[in-house]
């Protein structure tokens, strides 16, 4: 029988696994999408532009002055617009926001990754000092020893990753 203790671990581990994998499924066909570049002026001018819509009259949807909307241009042109002010922007261009971030490799692969580079990092000291002793652990022992560390690193609580 699981101790209480146990039991809770059991549990935050599955919905560990359940998250990743949730969020995995979630992120796969957006890693396959090839999304088109930003235009060089930004989305809401390049939009704008192609409606044949003036500054003027994007100003007016937004209830705001020429020089505001103007504004809101040139911080999506220079990367420093807020989300909420790329949202009015969209909302005054009839379009949706789509704000995602999609990791470079699978999570699971991010966290296998991480956790191998943090568990080196931990048995270095421990390496150095057993070879200054001349009882140095190499190869296939090595890596045996990365592996379960990371292992138990990924098992048990994830901020220690981080």
């Known amino acids: 029988m699981l101790a209480c203790s146990d039991f809770y671990r ?69 990367h420093v617009i807020t989300v909420a002010s790329l949202r009015k922007l969209a909302a005054a261009l009839d379009c949706e926001l789509k704000y995602v971030l999609v990791p470079r490799k699978p999570l699971d692969q991010m966290l296998q990754e991480r956790a191998r580079l943090v568990a080196t990092a931990r048995l270095r000291p421990v390496s150095n000092s057993m070879s200054l002793e001349d009882q140095s652990v190499e190869g296939d022992a090595r890596q045996l020893q990365i592996d379960l560390l990371a292992k138990e690193l990924i098992d048990g609580s994830r901020r220690e990753l981080w």
């Open 10 to 78: 059991y549990m935050n581990k599955r919905l560990q696994s359940l998250q990743l994998n949730q969020m995995e499924a979630a992120l796969k066909n957006l890693r396959a999408v090839e999304f088109p570049a930003r235009p060089a002026g930004g989305w809401a001018r390049a939009i704008r532009e192609s409606l044949g819509m003036s500054g003027v009259a994007l100003a007016k949807r937004l209830g705001m002055t020429t020089a505001g909307a103007r504004k809101l241009e040139v911080a999506e042109e220079n």
